[in-house]
């Protein structure tokens, strides 16, 4: 549909509250929004004359057609919008990306368990608590559960590990209970684990009184050495709070938030205060838009759809519009009631300002950041003499096993930083023995062929510029590999490295270039192929291990290689597989019994079978690495 059809729609449609989703030519849902009225809110999208930012623009640019659902209420409008938003992930909402990423505690379900930091978050079966987003809030609240409780940190197992070694070096200084000894009961243990987490999740004060009381029970009771252990507790809670260095501030448990507009976009930044202490903050940037209202308005909504703790306080530098039906939303998420509030006096104003002022700083240290990027990407296309400044390039290079068989990697680059999430690898399937340059070339063409087909994630993107990791001969293979499709277009060359493996010159089809004398060039092709180097060899060593994992496997009688996949796939490691029962082995990896028998007496050959079910070590084997799926 033309943006004059869209318009006249858009007309048509009622002055009730609801939600509108837009969608591309494809027919994915490319923005998700709320209305008080959805003729008015969708119609001024396509009607001649109303300027836009410049992210609106380009989503208008897209648009092909839209969908609308009528709700009773704007609260429901509210709440349809961000689960519509969570399910489809839309391009032009806000998804609340940072470069940061997120950090979790977790803890564990076996006996005896661990607390940890953890960076990602899995369907393991244990408690996670979480997300939050400093990593060295996770790391000091977890060290300050395990001290003033006195957790094991060690990776044994128990009860299956007692006695098997001496209390380590924790217990002698004070720092550990010492399970490992067996002297301490299943559900002693428990209830210090059920201490920790109450610390962590709901501060020192909660604690402290659930301790207070319980110590003043056993000492009525005689029970004078539990007593002293939770004596103990207490004492280590105070001290570990007291050497914490945060900011201070009389009011006890709020987030605050500042919105910034400046250098072209806006700035969320986020404080989070509790028991009056400043414990966790981090900074979102929204580029393409200087509309500090709506982004609040969009953020506040979306903010807390993760699972966050919600406090009972949200202090802003400014309302936003949809006010009571966010308050309603939260309260409901939190289970007590949420208040949003723009402070006027006390400590409230300061620390708005202390938030805006981390938001002003990270704008304008971004704005510095990205004119020495554009700099950079500027000199590099005039250096390689491109049309304008690459901002998505692609790196590959090739990996030999020396067995004939070989794998690659890609990387990306946008506006001059590495794009992780964009990284692939890939294995060779067409090319028999080692042959790098028919690699490379078959490599280029199966990401020209994704690219054709519509491929998701960074398959659908057309890299500005390709740079290969190598000479004359990978290029001329790729240039003749890429004729005749969508990227025969792209500015394509190779990267000449020295006898120390150093990056040397750059190889375009009429000869070198040299870069040496241009020093930011040349520190960054270098940074470049010594990435995609790295990732490939990466990729490389994971996939030699599998095979040396696969060989072990199918040395068990039975056991072929999708068995050996499938029990990899199932159990995640071999020590794993080593210590499953074979009641275990049939349930878990669905094997036949005989199998599941013979890979127990191969790693048990004078044990007898055990069907009870037995606890394996919870390291993981990654089959196929990060950065995406092997293709």
Known sequence: MTKQELYEKAKKLPLLPGVYLIKDRTGEIIYVGKAKRLRLRVSQYFREGVPHEPKVTRMIEHAYSFDFIVTTSEFEALVLECSQIKLHSPKYNILLKDDKG???????????????????KQEDGAVWIGPYMSSFAVREMVATAQDAFRLHRCNKQFPRDFGKERPCLNYHIGKCMAPCTGKISEAEYAECVDGAVRLIRNGKNEILRILRRRMEEASEALEFEKAAVVRDQI????????????????????????????????????????????????????????????????????????????????LLDKLPESTPELEQMLTEQADHRVVLSVPQRGDGPRLVQMAALNASESLTLRSGRVSREERLLDEVAKTLGLSGPPTVIESYDISNWGDGTSVAGMIVFENGRPKKSGYRRFKIKSVAGTDDYASMAEVLWRRAYEYANEGKGQFAVKPDLILLDGGKGQLSAVTAALAGTAFEDVPTFGMVKDDRHRTRAIVSKEGEI???????????????????????IDYQRRAGKKKAFFSTLMQIPGVGQATAKKLLRTMKTVHAISEATPAELIEKAGLPTRTADAVWAFYHPKEPVDNQPQTGDNSTIELNGGGGDAR
Do not use: W
């Open 235 to 314: 004492n280590a809670i105070e001290k570990v709070s007291a050497g914490q260095r945060v900011v201070q501030s009389t009011i006890k448990q709020a987030d605050v938030f500042s919105f910034v507009a400046a250098h072209g976009a806006v700035c969320a930044a986020m404080l989070a205060f509790r028991e009056g202490r400043l414990v966790d903050k981090n900074e979102f940037t929204f580029p393409d838009t200087t509309d500090a209202d709506e982004v609040r308005e969009e953020f506040l909504a979306r903010f807390y759809s993760g699972g966050r703790q919600i406090p009972r306080l949200i």
């Open 514 to 536: 040299a870069i040496s004398m241009h020093k930011s060039v040349f520190s960054f092709i270098s940074t470049i192929q010594n990435e995609v180097h790295r990732f490939s």
């Open 102 to 120: 997120y950090c979790f505690i977790r803890v564990g379900k076996e006996p005896y368990p661990r607390i940890t930091a953890e960076l990602q």
